[in-house]
């Protein structure tokens, strides 16, 4: 009987998608709750409380508020590596004018 268990485990992953949202739709409710947010912010901020309240904060209670907001305004930067492996830089004034002369 366990056999039978497990072939059918493995059928079901094997099954066409029937139903349910289409790949790329996107969520009614997420949409909704974004609408509301977005509703209820641009309230917050046109009545002045907002200005108001941010202000009412000390200075570090402003920079934390500050730096939490921008993550949704502006888009966060890659870090980069620089890779500085250099060859034999010493050289000398001799050295250069003897290459200077080859080439000439």
């Given amino acids: 009987m366990k056999t039978i268990k497990k072939e059918t485990e493995k059928e079901k992953g094997k099954r066409k998608k029937t139903g349910g949202r289409v790949k790329g739709t ?4 997420t949409a909704l ?9 641009a ?7 907002f200005t108001q309240d941010f ?12 730096e939490r907001l921008i993550q949704y ?8 590596t ?3 492996a250099a060859e034999n830089t ?11 002369a080859e080439e000439e």
């Fill in 90 to 100: 010493e050289c000398t004034i001799d050295i250069m004018l003897r290459k200077l």
């Fill in 73 to 80: 305004t502006t888009p966060k930067m890659q870090s980069t």
């Fill in 33 to 41: 709750n974004r609408k509301a947010i977005e509703g209820v912010l």
């Fill in 43 to 49: 309230d917050y901020n046109r009545s002045g409380l």
């Fill in 55 to 66: 202000l009412s904060l000390g200075p570090k209670d402003r920079i934390t508020i500050a």
């Fill in 26 to 29: 996107p969520n009614k409710l």
């Fill in 82 to 84: 620089v890779d500085l």
